[in-house]
């Protein structure tokens, strides 16, 4: 996974590429805000949010690009905010997390005060990271978004994941497994994951061991490219979350029977 490096409140549009002459050429664009909010003057616990948000910005129709606008911001947060611009739409997610976390401090100060509870270390520190980015690879007019997320409320182990969505580069859609496979297409599929599984875990015996059984099936969480298709199973999704994120890559050439593209 990518890692974020930079702390600092800002937010920063970077420009990936030039479009120059060529208006195919598909350039991107990157929105970028790091911010630390403190919980209260007498702690070290703090809201750490970090935003990386590649998103198009020519090679495609006005009207596509706003399509894979709307659809990789929903991707990212989850919300439908209905605004125009992607940093308009990251801004009101940041504020909408920093409400949360102070009425939550809110809460957690009033209860250890009223019960007279002595906490020591950051114990109410909450990190909230987004990236999401394409991956580079367009396959036969088709375009993968990644968003990987980080999110730790307390608990004893933050929530890792990996969403994957692919788009349709000439109508901005929404490709989805239906899509890409021919019907009756489920129990082939599921097949050939099962057969590169040991390969997605290196061969760990241990962890083979550990996948839940009968639960490996498509789930639509992938991503295309030039080698073929690769789904992503998040923690807990069909193994304890202490494998983390697996990615399952079958290539094109075991695919050809059910294809439809």
Same mark, same amino acid.
């Given at each position: +996974? ?36 403190? +919980? +209260?003057? @007498? ?5 750490? &949010?970090?935003? @990386?948000?590649? %998103? ?41 997390? &920093? ?6 401090? *809110? ?11 002595? +906490? ?8 909230? %990271? ?6 580079? *690879? ?6 993968? %978004? ?9 608990? #004893? ?10 788009? @349709? ?17 489920? @129990? ?11 390969? #997605? ?27 073929? &298709? ?7 999704? &069909? ?23």
């Amino acid at each position: +996974m990518r890692k974020f490096v930079k702390m600092a409140a800002v937010a920063a549009w970077v420009l990936l590429a030039v479009a120059g002459c060529n208006r195919n050429k598909f350039v991107k664009a990157t929105y970028e805000e790091y911010m630390m909010v403190p +919980m +209260m003057d @007498s702690s070290a616990d703090s809201l750490d &949010i970090q935003i @990386s948000l590649e %998103y198009p910005v020519s090679g495609v129709e006005d009207t596509v690009k706003a399509k894979i606008i709307e659809n990789l911001l929903f991707a990212a947060f989850d919300v439908n905010y209905n605004l125009p611009t992607v940093d308009s739409t990251a801004v009101h997610y940041r504020n909408d997390l &920093i409400e949360e976390y102070q009425q939550e401090q *809110e809460d957690y100060a009033n209860f250890i005060g009223d019960n007279n509870i002595v +906490m020591e270390g950051n114990l109410f520190s909450w990190r909230d %990271y987004v990236n999401g980015y394409f991956t580079g *690879e367009e396959y036969k007019g088709l375009l993968t %978004y990644v968003v990987e997320l980080e999110r730790d409320r307390g608990g #004893a182990h933050p929530n890792n994941t990996v969403n994957a969505t692919v788009f @349709s580069r000439t109508t901005g859609d929404v490709v989805v497994e239906a899509d890409l496979f021919n019907e009756g297409y489920e @129990s082939t599929l599921s097949e050939l994951l099962g057969n590169h599984l040991s390969d #997605a875990l290196e061969g760990d015996e241990d962890a083979l061991q550990a996948v839940y059984p009968d639960v490996l099936a498509a789930n639509g969480n992938f991503e295309v490219g030039k080698e073929g &298709i690769t789904f992503y199973y998040n923690p807990n999704e &069909i193994a304890p979350p202490i494998l983390g994120v697996i990615a399952i890559r079958i290539p094109w050439s075991e695919l050809s029977d059910i294809l439809k593209i």
